[in-house]
């Protein structure tokens, strides 16, 4: 099974579709396309790079933390820990704010996708069903 969720930023074009799906050992795959400035494709190519292999809810766990430190200034406690050089290479588009949508977006879609995810497997459970879900939505916060 497979969850899919899109997320944009109309004002500056950026649009990201990020795909997860979770094998038989729990691990996670992480995959995105998407289109829009340098600091929105690094990011989710390096949240791909680093999420892949994480159970769901490491996963979960991280992304709430990088959007908290990105868009709410919270701390990079968790994720100085767990990815170090996402702190490192975001820190100055942190600090300097204009550029923090953008690089937090893959990992709103991120988000959805495993909450899709999560209610995919409720209801396949019940009903023994397989398949996919997608979602969409506009930039995070």
Known sequence: M????RAAIPMCGDEVEVAVREGDNERLTVRFQGRGC??????????AEALSGLRRERAQELARAFTGWMLDRGEAGPLTAAAPELVATFDAV???????RCAALPWAALGEALTLRVELRQETASTGATGSAVSSRSAPG
């Open 94 to 100: 942190r600090q300097a704010g204009s550029r923090a």
């Open 38 to 47: 340098a600091v929105c494709i690094a990011s989710a190519s390096m949240m």
């Open 2 to 5: 497979q969850a899919v969720a």
